[in-house]
């Protein structure tokens, strides 16, 4: 997901600012309208692209298929869109940890969906707790998801006319595992800087 996040950022000709990915989740900030702002476009074109790119890099041996869905909004209201999916990947990590747990138990995969329906976050919280994992201290990127986004980095070069060795700026894509809470202020000045 983070290698087809990635080609959407850097490949797909959408030249988005910024992508978020959980689960089998893409989202992407796309700045400026792109094919005229023809919405049905947009949703064909990356949905196919999406589901190349993780064809290809999971070495999927039949094909695979995303959907799409275009949400405009202003970019003050991102932030908020990004917090609202942030939510759903922690009940995805908390959900998945817990269905986990309840198979190695033995229990079917239908049973344990079954005992899934009926729990709660704080539920699914402590049963996991109980079975020796804390889901407050998995891997950021397992509870919050990973951003992938354009940054400015220096990297070092060589300047043949003067004959030395510089530092020269490069837009990079990066990708952080380590993102902070969306909901949080911190989150969203942290968000509205790495769309712009």
């Not at 995805?92 to 049973?111: F, I, R, T």
């Not at 043949?160 to 909901?183: C, G, H, Q, W």
Request: net charge negative.
């Amino acid at each position: 997901m983070v290698r087809t996040s990635l080609a959407l950022l850097t490949d797909s000709g959408f030249s988005p600012s910024f992508a978020y990915t959980f689960s089998d989740e893409i989202s992407i900030y796309v700045p400026a309208p792109v094919f005229d702002g023809r919405v049905e476009k947009l949703v064909s074109v990356s949905a196919a692209f999406a589901s190349s790119a993780f064809t290809i890099y999971s070495g999927a041996t039949e094909p695979l298929a995303f959907d799409a869905r275009v949400v405009p909004m202003e970019m003050c209201l991102f932030p908020a869109y990004l917090s609202w999916r942030q939510a759903e990947a922690w009940r995805n990590h908390m959900n998945g940890y817990v269905q986990k747990l309840l198979l190695d138990e033995g229990m079917s995969a239908a049973d344990a969906q079954k005992k899934l329906d009926g729990m709660n976050a704080a539920a699914l919280h402590e049963f996991a707790f109980r079975k020796g994992v804390n889901l407050a201290e998995t891997p950021a990127w397992e509870r919050r998801g990973i951003c992938i986004y354009r940054d400015v980095v220096m990297r070092d070069g060589y300047n043949p006319k003067t004959n030395e060795n510089v530092s020269v700026p490069r837009s990079m894509a990066v990708i952080d595992e380590d993102v902070p809470l969306f909901k949080t202020p911190e989150g969203i000045a942290w968000i509205l800087s790495k769309i712009c």
